[in-house]
């Protein structure tokens, strides 16, 4: 007897054409083979070199069944993924929102200031695009849990410095840069915030959070910004998380500027924290003789003793100046984006990505630290 014969299989139908992945980088098209029933599509995924962890099944699949020569039955699946762009859409973040049971922490008497800058959500750029981003501000929320385990502040001051998303009218490289559309930039941006609030919210008995306008989250008809200072897409996000706040009865206040203004000012302690997003100044260097004309018309930062800024992209601190007695400080914030190519490329200078934070002590003036997280 010869045991090296064996029946042919019998062809299997393929009413969707061969297996095969098609992926155009963000979404795709699979055809499986027959599969038992009840079978998931993580297998077939893994086998085709996509983790299921990072992709999800839009839609509804489409299914054909038949019956094997065996009499097993299998079926054949042709479904649509994509990318998972990390993070619930802002409609599921108040569809799955809970009620915040406040508990009194133990602290000491201080506040953290978080400075957070120019995430730019949906730009792609040297460092990556918005799966980097998405683990890079995972990776700075751990280390900011970190901070507040070792510092335990008793308030929080959530700062939003400006440019939160990347937009589409600032320059015409835009349109081929980012990978996210607009719509999804709000989402996802509003999704880093609220678990960065959440996060300071669990740790500190009061949370304070503002924002003010800025060139990238302007409402704008080519490079023309419409409207006045308050028509942006952060103040517009902040306004989102501060109707979530309330129903959610989290801890957190919220502010923004007068109706024509872009800047704003909140006192801590015996400290007063100006915020402006820093578009004001075409350089850096011109930031300290902009806050000092702020004076002349009695402007929000009028009276600040340290300017919080963003929009330069690294980070700087100067003390410029005095106000009852004490230095005034500028705080320049980092940027949290996937870089500034253009500017690397013209000016040949870079710096990390970061998130800035320093702790304020009441009855003891500010003395410059900060923290690049």
Not at 1 to 21: I, Q, S
Not at 233 to 246: E, K, N, P, T
Request: glycine letters at 8%; hydrophobic letters at 30%; aromatic letters at 10%.
């Amino acid at each position: 007897m010869l045991d090296n014969l064996e029946p042919a299989p019998k062809p299997e139908p393929t009413p969707f054409g061969r297996p095969a992945v098609e992926f155009d980088g963000n979404e795709g098209t699979a055809t499986t083979n027959g599969l038992p029933t009840g079978a998931d599509f993580k297998d077939f995924l893994i086998d085709a070199g996509y983790d299921p962890e990072q992709y999800e099944v839009i839609g509804n699949p489409r299914t054909s069944r038949w019956q094997r020569y065996d009499g097993e039955w299998l079926t054949s699946y042709r479904f649509h993924f994509r990318l998972i762009q990390g993070g619930d859409t802002l409609a599921l973040l108040w569809s799955r929102a809970k009620k915040y049971q406040p508990t009194k922490k133990e602290t000491d008497k201080s506040t953290i200031v978080v400075l957070w800058s120019d995430t730019q959500t949906g730009k792609t750029g040297s460092r990556g695009n918005t799966t980097d981003l998405i683990e890079r501000i995972s990776q700075k929320q751990i280390e900011l849990e970190l901070f507040l385990k070792k510092h335990k502040p008793e308030h929080a001051v959530f700062l939003n410095v400006g440019d939160s998303i990347e937009g589409f009218e600032n320059t015409g490289s835009q349109s081929f840069t980012n990978d996210l559309s607009l719509m999804e930039q709000v989402d996802l941006e509003a999704t880093f915030q609220w678990e960065t609030l959440k996060l300071l919210a669990r740790h500190t008995n009061q949370v304070t959070a503002a924002a003010v306008g800025s060139n990238h989250c302007a409402w704008r008809k080519g490079k023309d910004k419409l409207g006045n200072p308050l028509d942006d897409w952060g103040i517009h996000i902040q306004r989102q998380l501060a109707r979530l706040a309330q129903e959610t009865n989290q801890p957190i206040k919220f502010y923004e500027p007068q109706t024509y203004d872009e800047s704003l000012a909140l006192p801590v302690y015996d400290e007063i924290l100006g915020l402006a997003h820093g578009h004001q100044a075409n350089r850096p260097e011109q930031i300290p003789n902009w806050w000092r004309g702020q004076s002349h018309g009695e402007q929000a930062v009028a009276e600040a003793t340290i300017l919080n800024t963003g929009h330069y992209h690294h980070l700087r601190i100067i003390e410029t100046g005095r106000k009852n007695g004490r230095s005034r400080w500028w705080v320049q914030a980092p940027t949290l984006d996937n870089g500034s190519d253009w500017y690397r490329q013209r000016a040949g200078d870079d710096s990390d990505a970061g998130l800035a934070v320093y702790l304020l002590y009441p009855d003891k003036p500010f003395t410059g630290t900060v923290y690049k997280l």
